[in-house]
């Protein structure tokens, strides 16, 4: 069955203003703008994507602001994602950055992007933005008023002990595991998400190269909880569209709720229909 015979929702995607955003490593060989972000994602099958914006500290330097902040750089974020919305359209669901060691700003901001219809918060990647600790007070305090508005989390995993914490103390909260990892990795995840009904896992970046580590997760899990996802512009998409779509040992059903089903149900749990 060619992808065109389905909808793909690409859960985990970093779309971008200018080279400054964009996190390819090799953009100069890639035809790269804003414009040409749905043409190039329609064109491996991708209908829909979701995310956060990415801007580092380093990128907004300038003889105006010689020594930007972390939270300079958050709010760069999401002022681009909200952007990029208006350039993208109903391609994209926004997703907002957050930071523990800015807790009235983060609450401000998450308050001020629910008031415009953003249900995702993430996905959130500390190591770009001076931050390492899920379990922290902090990040706890953002993760309860996310449960409190009833949207989504999506966290680059890293630290598994800090994930495990986090996971346990907030049960309220829906959280999405962005990359599967190696098989030490997806077994951790497994293990820690195995009777929970707040959390599912987004494919992209290392674990679905591996043979099946798909089919393996579906098992434990419940093909429920699984979420496509590629992580564009930093990696390929076609590579995670091919990863599902060619696997054989995996149903047509449980393509299509990888593919587009679960994220579906997860925005729609959250009061938004896409």
């Not at 995670?240 to 299509?256: F, N, Q, R, T």
């Amino acid at each position: 069955m060619h992808n065109k015979d389905y909808e793909i929702i690409d859960f985990h995607t970093h779309p971008f203003l200018g080279d400054y955003d964009n996190i390819c490593a090799h953009k100069p060989h890639c035809d790269m703008s804003t414009e040409n972000i749905i043409r190039d994602l329609k064109a491996v099958g991708i209908t829909k994507i979701c995310g956060s914006n990415i801007v580092r500290v380093s990128n907004l330097k300038s003889e105006s602001n010689p020594e930007p902040t972390q939270w300079d750089a958050v709010k760069a974020c999401n002022d681009g994602a909200l952007k990029l919305r208006e350039s993208l359209g109903d391609f994209y669901i926004p997703g907002i950055m957050v930071h523990p060691d800015y807790i009235r700003e983060s609450c401000e901001e998450v308050e001020r992007a629910y008031s415009l219809g953003v249900r995702l918060i993430g996905e959130l990647v500390p190591y770009m933005h001076g931050w390492n600790d899920y379990s922290c007070d902090g990040f706890g305090e953002l993760l309860e008023l996310a449960a409190d508005k009833d949207m989504i989390v999506s966290i680059h995993s890293m630290g598994e002990d800090n994930m495990d914490k986090m996971l346990a103390n907030h049960p309220r909260t829906k959280i999405v595991f962005a990359h599967p990892g190696e098989y030490g990795e997806v077994t951790r995840h497994i293990k820690r998400m195995k009777g929970r009904e707040n959390c599912w896992l987004d494919l992209s970046g290392y674990g679905i190269f591996r043979h099946g580590m798909l089919r393996a997760a579906i098992d434990e899990l419940g093909v429920e909880k699984l979420i496509f996802g590629s992580d564009y512009p930093t990696c390929n998409p076609a590579m995670y569209v091919g990863g599902v779509l060619l696997d054989p040992l995996i149903s047509d059903i449980e393509k299509e709720a990888i593919f587009a089903g679960n994220a579906r149900s997860l925005f729609a749990s959250c009061g938004l229909a896409i």
